[in-house]
């Protein structure tokens, strides 16, 4: 690979719109692959940008970084994916989406009778918990729909 074929970590940032420091998270967690210069410089292969296309479009998803990884160590020899690739691999996820949109659009049509429990009708609001009687059902916002529990794009 020849030098031009490599890109700083800044150029990657600005390219991809990926901060420096996600991009070091990537790598600590295997989902991106860097060379060093003599300097100990990280410099990243060109097509890293498409790797992290990738990986953005799946957090969108609501994918983990582990799933992530899981879906890139698919790939022969840790190539970046392919159109045909990202076609098998997000098929898997149109049932989550699914799940999302379903879930987004109960969020949606109940904002107008409450919002984050800001009603005044607690005798008749669905998320009440008077007396913290759900936190038996588990930690989080137990209330929440389920596909939206987890579905903000992270880090981890």
Same mark, same amino acid.
């Given at each position: 690979?020849? %030098?031009?074929?490599?890109? $700083?970590? +800044?150029?990657?940032?600005?390219?991809?719109?990926?901060?420096?420091?996600?991009? /070091?998270?990537?790598?600590?967690?295997?989902?991106?692959?860097? $060379? /060093? $210069?003599?300097?100990?410089?990280?410099?990243?292969?060109?097509?890293?940008?498409?790797?992290?296309?990738?990986?953005?479009?799946?957090?969108?998803?609501?994918?983990?970084?582990?799933?992530?990884?899981?879906?890139?160590?698919?790939?022969?020899?840790?190539? $970046?994916?392919?159109?045909?690739?990202?076609?098998?691999?997000?098929? !898997?996820?149109?049932?989550?989406?699914?799940?999302?949109?379903?879930?987004?659009?109960?969020?949606?049509?109940?904002?107008?009778?409450?919002?984050?429990?800001?009603?005044?009708?607690?005798?008749?609001?669905?998320? !009440?918990?008077?007396?913290?009687?759900?936190?038996?059902?588990?930690? +989080?916002?137990?209330?929440?729909?389920? %596909?939206? /529990?987890? %579905?903000?794009?992270?880090?981890?």
């Amino acid at each position: 690979m020849q %030098a031009t074929d490599l890109l $700083t970590v +800044g150029e990657v940032s600005e390219r991809s719109g990926v901060a420096a420091s996600a991009l /070091r998270y990537y790598e600590a967690q295997g989902l991106l692959a860097a $060379t /060093r $210069t003599s300097g100990n410089q990280r410099r990243y292969p060109r097509h890293v940008l498409r790797r992290l296309s990738f990986i953005r479009a799946a957090q969108n998803v609501g994918l983990s970084l582990d799933e992530i990884r899981s879906a890139l160590a698919a790939l022969p020899d840790g190539r $970046t994916p392919t159109r045909d690739d990202w076609a098998r691999l997000s098929r !898997s996820w149109h049932e989550r989406l699914d799940d999302q949109i379903a879930a987004l659009r109960k969020l949606r049509d109940g904002l107008e009778s409450c919002i984050g429990c800001g009603c005044l009708s607690l005798d008749r609001c669905a998320i !009440s918990n008077p007396g913290d009687i759900v936190a038996g059902n588990g930690p +989080g916002a137990v209330y929440f729909p389920r %596909a939206l /529990r987890g %579905a903000a794009p992270h880090h981890g």
